[in-house]
Nanobody, 128 residues
Framework: QAQLVESGGGSVQAGGSLMLSCAAS????????MAWFRQAPGKEREGVAA??????KYAESVKGRFTISEDNAENTLYLQMNSLKPEDTAMYYC???????????????????????WGKGILVTVSS
């Protein structure tokens, strides 16, 4: 049974850093198409960062501050978040899909419908 489990969330002051991890299990070994999404209170879920065959894509709001990476040997996805802002407060979700990976061009790679497997989410709170 496919399972994605997020960890590393918590509370931090503005300007601080957090690293989220997503441990994947039960997924086909060939899965290398993964992403992070987030949902702030009262808002729709939005794509934050995606990685597909080592290529990456970021939402404009986090570009230059967040870094997505993966350790294929450990089946773990990471999101390093620096220079955090109060507006980064949200539930963060890990997502994955079997290949072929979504193209990471304009309008692709950070859409919910492109991913089949989802974690339950983890809360990140950034205080001012």
């Amino acid at each position: 049974q496919a399972q994605l489990v997020e960890s590393g969330g918590g509370s931090v002051q503005a300007g601080g850093s957090l690293m989220l991890s997503c441990a994947a299990s039960g997924l086909p070994a060939s899965v290398h198409c993964m992403a992070w999404f987030r949902q702030a209170p009262g808002k729709e879920r939005e794509g934050v960062a995606a990685i597909a065959d080592s290529a990456t894509k970021y939402a404009e709001s986090v570009k230059g501050r967040f870094t997505i990476s993966e350790d294929n040997a450990e089946n773990t996805l990471y999101l390093q978040m620096n220079s955090l802002k109060p507006e980064d407060t949200a539930m963060y979700y890990c997502a994955a899909v079997q290949p072929p990976c979504p193209p990471l061009g304009a309008g692709h790679g950070l859409e919910e419908f492109e991913y089949d497997y989802w974690g339950k989410g983890i809360l990140v709170t950034v205080s001012s």
